[in-house]
């Protein structure tokens, strides 16, 4: 597609379920980054893949969350046992990865509501 | 370790009134600097970028940024104010070098007032 796709726009669920986010980043763009924003609060990186290398998980704040990538395409970010804290809008991002120019393309995002 | 500061969560400014977004910065090594924005309802856009050269740096809708390094600073201005320019704005760096994510300030809300 044109730009980067994030499903769903909207998810609410209840405390203790598991969720998935899904990202569909820009074809050929070999780097992808999920980013969290809570409400009033900038942006929280969670996980970067780059290619077939190692992703860099870094930013994940707890073993409830995980993400996997699928060669260069679609990846899912997955929430286990969710808790109000885990609300929050979360943002995929995608970017050449070659010659890194720091230019991200963001999707709308998926906003959760964990009640 | 990499931070950037904006100090300010709101800046008001009146329609064709010059604007300015502070963002100062905490890195070692040299510095990539990046401002992105929120439009409602929308995805962050790139703006623009500090990477060398020229401290002035011009991008996207009529803004820029100046490069300050020794007031370790990367504030965004723009000559005359839109209403369409208000939005949030984000300061961004690069995590380390070598590395290939962004770490975010907290944003500022631009409000250019009619």
Redesign the interface.
């Known amino acids: 597609g044109a730009?980067?796709s994030q499903s769903p726009s909207n998810k609410v669920t209840e405390k203790g379920k598991d969720v998935e986010l899904r990202c569909d980043p820009i074809s050929g763009h070999t780097?992808l980054?999920w980013?969290r924003q809570r409400l009033g609060?900038?942006?929280e990186?969670l996980i970067?893949f780059?290619g077939n290398s190692a992703p860099?998980k870094s930013?994940l704040p707890s073993d409830r969350f995980s993400a996997e990538r699928t060669g260069e395409s679609v990846s899912t970010l997955t929430i286990q046992r969710t808790q109000q804290e885990d609300s929050a809008v979360y943002?995929c991002?995608s970017?050449q990865?070659q010659g890194?120019?720091?230019?991200?393309?963001?999707?709308?995002?998926s906003r959760l509501t964990v009640l | 370790a990499q931070s950037v500061a904006?100090p300010e969560d709101q800046v008001n400014v009146a329609e064709g009134n010059p604007l300015t977004v502070k963002c100062t910065y905490s890195v070692s090594g040299n510095p990539?600097l990046?401002w992105?924005v929120q439009y409602p309802?929308?995805?962050?856009?790139?703006l623009l970028?500090y990477?060398t050269g020229d401290n002035l740096v011009k991008g996207s809708y009529g803004f820029e940024a100046e490069f300050n390094k020794s007031q370790t600073s990367f504030h965004l201005k723009k000559p005359s104010a839109l209403v369409s320019d208000s939005a949030l704005y984000?300061c961004?760096v690069?995590?380390t070098t070598g590395?290939?994510?962004?770490?975010?300030?907290?944003?500022t809300r631009l409000t250019v007032i009619p």
């Open positions: 730009g980067v780097a980054y980013y609060q900038g942006l990186f970067y780059q860099d930013g943002l991002a970017s990865g890194w120019s720091g230019e991200l393309f963001f999707g709308e995002g | 904006q990539y990046f992105y309802n929308r995805g962050l856009q790139f970028k990477i984000f961004a690069r995590a590395a290939n994510n962004l770490f975010f300030g907290t944003g």
